[in-house]
């Protein structure tokens, strides 16, 4: 049986204010000719299909355009919903969408509906569990108000579910954070009562647990010592959602699961519309570099961290005439910046607004004004005295 996970298309986001709309759309065309050639039996998305729980109207008409592509390829697609999906409007439409061969599993009443695939060596059963807001679900499952609770309860539903069907190679969708993951700083906090993650071991008695909500691809340790527990992968997103995730390789996992449910996972890298690269150093200095060692930053997305003790004039301007896709611009003055407690003590010893200023326009710019600009505020400061003397 072969399986292609993925999760985490965050259709409708942007990095920065720039659109990856159209570096979706190739995606999700690479991913359906990767599953073409690879004679997948279903393709499996751990939810978080867009970005937001109203997505944009181009967001909707990509998905759509791409399930259809499915549908006409006859290759099924099962699909939870994320924290970042409406689970309504995620699923309008499921028990039409299934004769297509779409199967969307967007509530708790899903869970125990699998999608059943035979191959030459039985059935195996795919499970949806849609992401679980203990708030919104613990009656319904009788669990206690923790993301553990709820999932445990979940896949304790899809266990007894599929010994009832006489199945024992089990694959389960979900969209959870588990314990001793890697996340990225482009992730929703799920945390509930101050706890987000649930241990890999709620889904003993599965042979695949297919993952989304990490952006990083990562394999989770899910069985005690000397004994084989489930296959627990997070596939991560196909894109970079931000800088933190320059340094991951987007990929898919393509699964292949034997008659003994023994499982083999296959990275598969997705296509790159753009590398992310951070940089740090003096304005002038970078921009030095840019016809040098730094020459490849022109295609890249950049984020820049200047350490110039004085801000320099119009740096972002500047910086795009050598690398037009600088995104982020980030200030770290060498020697760092004074601290908080310093800062509250020289504050407390004055009380001229003048310098008060000044000290304003020595942390916003990384170094004290000149005496232009100490006269300009000192001028400001006379101004506002006389009107407050003239209200």
Known sequence: MRLVHTSDWHLGRTLHGESLLEHQAAFLEWLLAEAVARQADAVLVAGDIYDRAVPPVDAVALLDRALRDFAVARI??????GNHDSAVRLGFGARLSELAGIHLRTCVADITRPIVLGDADGDVAIYGIPYLLPDAVMDE?????????????????????????????????????????????SERDIRVGGIGDAPASVFDGVTYAALGHLHGQQAISAGAAGK????????????AFSFSERCQVKSVTLTEIDAAGRVRATQLPAPVPRPLREVRGKLDDLLARAGGDLAALAGAWVKVVLTDTVRPAAPMERLREKWPHTLVLDFAPEGGLIAAEADLARLAETADPVTICGMFVEFTSGGPPDEAQRAVLRDAVEACSRAEAAA
């Open 76 to 81: 099924p697609v099962v699909i939870t919903s």
């Open 228 to 239: 084989q527990g489930p296959v627990v992968r997070y596939s991560g997103s196909p894109l």
């Open 141 to 185: 499952l009788g669990a206690a108000r923790s993301h553990e609770s709820v999932l445990a309860a979940a896949v304790a539903r899809i266990r007894a579910d599929a010994a009832g069907r006489g199945i024992s190679r089990v694959v389960v969708a979900a969209h959870a954070f588990v314990t001793g993951a890697l996340p990225s700083d």
